[in-house]
């Protein structure tokens, strides 16, 4: 994957007159190419260039999609922009939790608005809130302005959908249940060009009862190591220094491949390859979390010193409802070994209040979990029913103000830990990955240190994609002002 180059030229031998190859990627490739001559001819007749633009919601495993959307649509002639009063707008839509769900149905109203001012304008769907039946019912009744809606399932065949959707005057929806393949060596457009994610591994087998992502992304499906390891060997010769592997639940890869693999042993492959520089990982699983992990970590000088581990709740009870096969004291130890072996590492989390029957003393268990692990962050949220998950039929739906009062004590105190654990490396000289140019200042450029921590300070943007050493000088909550220095 990734090179872009190769490709181009198999596009370009495609032959329009024969029939669509069946083989996939080979299929796809022509139909770039058929689109390609679409949006050429169309461009002519407007006089300009067509404009496209990719809107994300949702996880990094949706950023690397829209990232792949992007690539299709870059390489059959469209100009991929931010803006949104483009000739065609796809959402690459989120459901994990339903106010992800709502802000796409009041950007879709605003959509509608720019489509009547430019009626050439096409406007697409994807990702995971297609998935959901009452969700496609709910826009084939009330949003008929959409042209195209497609799943997660069928992504790598976008090039083919955008063909069909041309040639139509109806909306084009095809959602499929599930799919095994797994289709790479598409063009991809990077939002950073110093550093990507790669899917190792596709959906989840976990079933957390609260989760919709095993109905909306499918079963567990691990890619090869020679494809991934392939693909990372090509990053790095592009300029990428740093990558991300990302799966539902790392810590499970390479378990049902013909030769199995540990997720410990993709990373000992991953760190071999020269020019990768930092090597992250999402989402990781508690339960599934080996020793060699740990050590592998431990051991290394590429992985980052961050561990993203979703809690979801510090009480055993809750925790057995939810289906997460660990208990407050098995988290427990799991953070202790981990912060024991790596003392540097930040270990982030994620929590859930509100899940059905939880009381202010399930609550408290959760705070105690956050006060002994010290979180160097933690994403918290007011737990969403979704519509056929085991959690939505459970009695005890957890009224309002419970929610309200535990919500704010427990964002209080995950505040308070991370603030001081940030804190702990003021006055240190540590490397930073340039990102970008910092927003709001354009003097400063903005950088991650290994532990994921954000850092700005003044430079010049030709540092961005660089590692520099930077000095960390104020603590401003979770982020740090500081300066370069030459060591
Ligand atoms: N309600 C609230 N939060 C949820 N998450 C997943 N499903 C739900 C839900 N139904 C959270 C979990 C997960 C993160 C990505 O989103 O904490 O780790
Ligand atoms: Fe949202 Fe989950 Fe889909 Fe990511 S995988 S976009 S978090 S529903």
Known sequence: MEHNDDIEKIIDAQDLTLPPPEREPQRQYYFIKKCREFIKRKSEESGRRLTASVVTFGCQMNARDSEKLAGILECIGYLVTDSEESDLVIYNTCTVRDNANQRVYGRLGVLHGLKKKNPHMKIALCGCMMQEESVIEKLQKSYRFIDLIFGTHNIFKFAELLCTMFESERTVIDIWKDTDQIVEDLPVERKYPFK?????????????????????????????????????????????????????????????????????????????????????????????????????????????????????????????????????????????????????????????????????????????????????NAFTFIYSKRTGTPAASMPGQVPEEVVKEGFDKLLKTVQDTARSRVLRWRGQTMPVLVEERNLQDDALLTGRLSNNTIVHFPGDASLIGQIVNVRLKECHGFYYMGETVEL
Not at 316 to 332: D, G, S
Request: a negative charge.
């Open 196 to 376: 990507s994610g790669i899917n190792i591994m596709y959906g989840c087998n976990n079933f957390c009862s609260y989760c919709i992502v095993p109905y909306v992304r499918g079963r567990e499906r691990s890619r090869n190591p020679e494809d991934i390891l392939r693909e990372i060997k090509a990053l790095a010769a592009d300029g990428v220094v740093e990558i991300m592997l990302l799966g539902q639940n790392v810590n499970s890869y390479g378990k049902n491949l013909e030769n199995p693999m540990s997720f410990a042993s993709l990373l000992r492959e991953a760190e071999k390859i020269e020019g990768i520089e930092r090597i992250r990982f999402m989402t990781s699983h508690p339960k599934d979390l080996s020793d060699d992990l740990i050590a592998v970590m431990k051991e290394s000088r590429k992985i980052c010193r961050h561990l993203h581990l979703p809690l979801q709740s510090g009480s055993t009870r809750i925790l057995q409802a939810m289906n997460r096969r660990y208990t407050k004291e098995q988290y427990l130890a799991l953070a202790e070994k981990i912060r024991t072996e790596i003392p540097d590492i930040a270990i982030t989390t994620d929590i859930i209040v509100g899940f059905p029957g939880e009381t202010m003393e399930d609550i408290e268990e959760t705070i105690d979990v956050v006060k002994k692990v010290q979180f160097d």
